[in-house]
Every structure is written in structure tokens, then in C-alpha cells.
């Protein structure tokens, strides 16, 4: 490994130009929006009951090879991942009170989808190795409120979820898959997200496939994909007319996603195996070089599953080491390394959690009667989460860089080089 001076000590960096940014847009999408403008229908949509209440043809088309690419019943698109999330919690008939489980180690929508329907968002720990819920945790926070669990599949891997639908089935809950992050991926033999009562995927700007902003529903349950479109596209509205007896949760809004975004995403979706197989041979490369640097875990599969790497994640021994993680960071910055997070979430410490208080100022729904019991988000109650996020994680967003062959290797020169070096960091940078 090469000992020379180190950028943050005033050697020349490793990376002189910044890697290049993902962009998976093309001529095909360009075309595709642009026959969408030149014809006039941006979006067919009407919050009524009438044959436009699912939308126009671009919308319908994209839906339908949604449906065959993820081989499922029932594809759904809405404007946003979170709108699916809180389509999602809604549909399955989540009542104010109830309980659902939880990952801390997620982006703060996939909790506050929860509390949107005034129900009661309950934090499990997270497994070391793939980051995704630990079904032991799981189990453990099931109460007789419990009614239904989030499993996020989070950068890029799938959660347990042969252990998860079994403890689902034992208690009788419903399970929603928050899949942001690892479309085209597979657990089992089976695409990633298609397992729960409910999944799903983002199309948001820096995930595998985007429309700028946008989401995915995915179910094989007939009433659930219902009330799905129905709380995409005012409800309360549409209930009547349609005939519907299930009033549950017929609170619409408007989650519509429009032609034009619809149209990019049917070219997008065409690509998407190829960007997750890029993905997948740069993680492998990386693997690869920064085998053996000790101190430093790489990422894991678990047998039968593949990856998206939405990030690419990494966990210092920093005991280990003798150097904090901030200072490693700073040292892979300092050689030109760009996109590396310390942490990634513990959303259970948000101030919101902490304070408890969501709905007006008199802390809404946990001072309520209808949260029937106190639950605690202290620190603490996610020890392996808590862990990760404030010592020893450490993460590359691939999903904002193309990362080409060359860029591959300087990252592991760069790494290589600081490891070469932990003795001058421990002498000469402040820990």
C-alpha cells in the first residue's frame, strides 16, 4: 500500500477530478416526454368516479409493465415514494392507536407515512450485516396493538422476509415493503418488494430509475390495490358513485403521477436491469480492492438475495483502528473521495419522536387516549442502529455517481492509501 504523504497532511490528492454524477437519462426519454407535450394530455386523470379516474394512457401503459416486470397483480403509481408509503399504511386499514414496527435506519418518511393515519410508529433494531429489521426485535416490541410491519429494504438489500412474514402470519399483522431503495433486486427468486401485503419502489431523482420525482405501488392483493388508487385519487369523492361499502381510510388526495413523468419511466424501466448489473460489478470491484484493509467490513449478501447498492456500505472497527471515523472521512475527502456519509439514520431521536409531539402543540396522537399504551423512543432501544450511526458506518452514495472502471480504482487507491497510513493520522490529526 502506498505510504506517501497524505492529502490531509499536505501530499497531493489521490482524485483530481470528481466523479462523474449519475445521470440514467436519454434520447429514448427525451423523445417520450417530448411526444407527451407535442400531444397535448400532461395528465387524464379526474377525481371523479369515470373511466379517467385511473388515469390516461401513459399512465396505464407504465402500469402494465410494472405489473409484468415485477410479476405481479397490481401496479399503482403515485407522485412520490411517500405518498405510496402513506397510500400504503391507509389501504391496508390501519386504524388511529394502532402500532406499526419499524426500522430507525431509514429516511423519516417511512415513519411518518405511519403517523399520518394518527397511528403509533414503534422502533425495531436493525441487523448488523444487512442493515434491514432484525426479526429477533421484531417480536420482541409486538404488543396487542401491533398491527402491521414496515420492513425497509434499505440501500439496496432485502429484509428477512421469510422470518417477517412468519411472525407477520403468527400475530396476524399486515406487512408493507418500503423497497426506495433496491428495485430489480431479488430474495429468493422472487423481485424484492413483491412479497408483503404491500411494496414498493421510489422514482425519485437519484435512485436506480427516476421521473424526477415519483413512486410505485406493488401488490397481488385485489382490494388492497383498490383502496391503493382509490386513496391516490380523492376518495371521499369517488366512494359513492363506485359503489364502495368500505369507507375505512377514504380519505383521498392527490398522489397522481403525470403523463409526461410516466412516459420517462417506461424507458426507464427498460433499463433498469442493466443500472443495477453496473451497480452490482463496480460493488464487486470495490470488494475486491478493499479486501483484506483491516479494520474495515465491506458489504454483505445473504445467500439467495442480490444487491442494488444504492449505497455502498461500509463498517469501521475503530477501536480497532485507533482513529474516529470523522477522521478517516476527512482523510478519503482530503484524497478526493466524494459522497461519503458518517451514519445514515436513528430517525427515532428526530425531535418530533423525542418531544413527542406531531399534531398541534399538546403532543398529538401519544397524549391522546387513542395511544393506548407509553412508548418509548429513548436512546438506547436501537443499540445495534445506534451503534452504526454514530461510531462506525460508513457509506459511498453509488447511486449519485456513474463510477466508472477508472473511478473504481482511484477510490481504491484512495482508500489504500489511507490505510497505509493510519500512523500519521493518529500522530498528526486531531481524533
Not at 470488494?287 to 454483505?300: D, E, F, H, M, V
Request: net charge negative; charged share 20%.
Amino acid at each position: 500500500m502506498s505510504k506517501e504523504k497524505l492529502a490531509i497532511l499536505g501530499g497531493d490528492k489521490t482524485i483530481g477530478t470528481p466523479f462523474k454524477r449519475y445521470n440514467p437519462i436519454g434520447a429514448e426519454e427525451v423523445d417520450a416526454a417530448k411526444a407527451v407535450i407535442e400531444s397535448g394530455v400532461l395528465s387524464q386523470f379526474l377525481g371523479t368516479w369515470h373511466a379517467d379516474f385511473y388515469g390516461g394512457p401513459k399512465v396505464q401503459e407504465f402500469e402494465r409493465m410494472l405489473e409484468t416486470y415485477f410479476d405481479v397483480k397490481h401496479a399503482v403509481t403515485v407522485n412520490s415514494w411517500t405518498s405510496g408509503l402513506v397510500a400504503a399504511v391507509g389501504a391496508i386499514g390501519i386504524e388511529p392507536g394502532d402500532e406499526v414496527i419499524v426500522t430507525p435506519w431509514t429516511m423519516c418518511a417511512s415513519a411518518t407515512a405511519i403517523l399520518q393515519w394518527n397511528a403509533i410508529p414503534v422502533f425495531a433494531d436493525i441487523e448488523p450485516t444487512t442493515f434491514c429489521l432484525d426479526p429477533a426485535s421484531v417480536e420482541a416490541n409486538i404488543t396487542p396493538y401491533t398491527k402491521a410491519i414496515m420492513a425497509v429494504d434499505i440501500l439496496g438489500h432485502s429484509a428477512n422476509m421469510d422470518a417477517l412474514m412468519a411472525i407477520a402470519k403468527k400475530h396476524g399483522l399486515k406487512v408493507i415493503s418500503d423497497t426506495a431503495q433496491a428495485p430489480g433486486t431479488f430474495y429468493k427468486g422472487k423481485m424484492t418488494g413483491t412479497l408483503a401485503d404491500v411494496g414498493g419502489y421510489s422514482l425519485n431523482y437519484h435512485k436506480h430509475i427516476h421521473t424526477g420525482e415519483g413512486g410505485i405501488l406493488v401488490t397481488n392483493d385485489d382490494e388492497i390495490a383498490e383502496r391503493l388508487r382509490l386513496i391516490r385519487n380523492h376518495a371521499e369523492a369517488v366512494v359513492g358513485p363506485k359503489g364502495e361499502t368500505n369507507l375505512v381510510n377514504m380519505i383521498g388526495n392527490n398522489f397522481r403521477l403525470g403523463e409526461i413523468e410516466c412516459a420517462i419511466g417506461i424507458e426507464q424501466l427498460k433499463k433498469l436491469k442493466g443500472f443495477v448489473e453496473g451497480r452490482q460489478h463496480a460493488a464487486a470491484r470495490l470488494n475486491a480492492g478493499l479486501q483484506g484493509l483491516p479494520g474495515l467490513r465491506t458489504p454483505s449478501v445473504e445467500p439467495e438475495c442480490t444487491h442494488a447498492y444504492y449505497m455502498y456500505p461500509m463498517v469501521l472497527d475503530v477501536d480497532k483502528l485507533g482513529v474516529s471515523r470523522s477522521v478517516i472521512i476527512k482523510a478519503l475527502e482530503a484524497e478526493g473521495v466524494i459522497g461519503l456519509a458518517s451514519g445514515y439514520a436513528n430517525i427515532h431521536m428526530l425531535p418530533m419522536y423525542q418531544n413527542k409531539t406531531a399534531y398541534g402543540s399538546s403532543g398529538f396522537p401519544w397524549s391522546s387516549e387513542i395511544c393506548r399504551r407509553e412508548v418509548t423512543y429513548a436512546h438506547g432501544i436501537c443499540p445495534v442502529a445506534e451503534e452504526l450511526h454514530e461510531r462506525t458506518y460508513i457509506g459511498f452514495a453509488m447511486c449519485m455517481h456513474e463510477l466508472d472502471e477508472e473511478e473504481v480504482e482511484l477510490m481504491v487507491t484512495a482508500f489504500k492509501k489511507v490505510w497505509a497510513n493510519l500512523d500519521s493520522l493518529r500522530s498528526h490529526v486531531d481524533q
